[in-house]
């Protein structure tokens, strides 16, 4: 409960319309998942946006190299691979959490950015493979969808594994105080969210796209 203080006014004096305050801060429960929830959703709309611009242009090649041409499904299949575990290896951060193991589940997280690291390393240097055989998202509608689609997905990596950079940097200086283990969690349902949205990825543009 938040303390409430209010005030009077002296003897004699006109008296002001009582003013209350709260002097200490209050967190609904729960309201932070809840919010994140929300934002979960809203961005499953902008991929569902780039899911469906991709199902419309993802065949017109303009004269140019089509999906089967020039995406690589052996490297894909590894990065796929580095992603999938980062979301286990979170997970084991989250076990350690919950049993107030700060050591174990910094090491745990350490290995999920490694992971998301090198996920984000190889999507990189496939775009300048790409790029470099004159497949830029200007060749064709079906590459500015593709690249838009994999690039949005790979920037939320990228903003998830400096998220957890600053999270662990919080833990370290202040341990697993409940607030530290509340922004854990919202970080847990947006790096399984991104796996989720990643295996539809790799179902939708690359193997549809690769396989006859």
């Known amino acids: 409960m938040s303390e409430l203080s209010t005030s009077y006014p002296a003897s004699g004096a006109t008296a002001p319309p009582l003013a209350f305050y709260e002097t200490t801060e209050s967190h ?13 959703m809203s961005d499953c709309l902008i991929f569902a946006c780039l899911f ?13 190299p089509s999906a089967a041409e020039v995406l690589e499904l052996p ?6 691979s580095l992603l999938l575990l980062s979301s286990i290896t979170y997970g084991f951060a989250v076990l350690e959490m919950q049993r107030d193991r700060q ?8 290995i999920t ?27 064709s509608a079906f590459l500015s969808s593709f ?31 409940p607030a530290n283990k509340r922004r854990l969690m919202c970080l847990s349902m947006f790096w399984h969210f991104l796996d989720v949205v990643w295996v539809g990825v790799f179902s939708f543009v690359y193997l549809m796209g690769v396989l006859p």
Not at 28 to 40: A, D, E, K
Not at 115 to 133: K, M, N, P, V, Y
Not at 154 to 173: P, R, S, Y
């Open 147 to 177: 690249f838009t689609l994999v690039g949005t997905h790979g920037l939320h990596v990228t903003c998830g594994i400096l998220w957890l950079i600053v999270l662990m940097t919080q833990v370290a200086k202040k341990g697993l105080i």
């Open 103 to 110: 050591r174990s589940m910094m090491i745990w997280l350490a």
């Open 113 to 139: 950015g490694l992971l998301g690291a090198g996920f984000i390393t190889l999507e990189l240097r496939e775009f300048a493979h790409l790029i470099s055989i004159g497949a830029g998202p200007q060749r």
């Open 75 to 80: 490297a894909v299949a590894v990065n796929t």
């Open 52 to 64: 469906a611009t991709y199902g419309v242009l993802g065949r017109e090649y303009a004269g140019g």
């Open 28 to 40: 609904v429960p729960n309201g932070t998942l809840l919010g994140f929830w929300v934002y979960l």
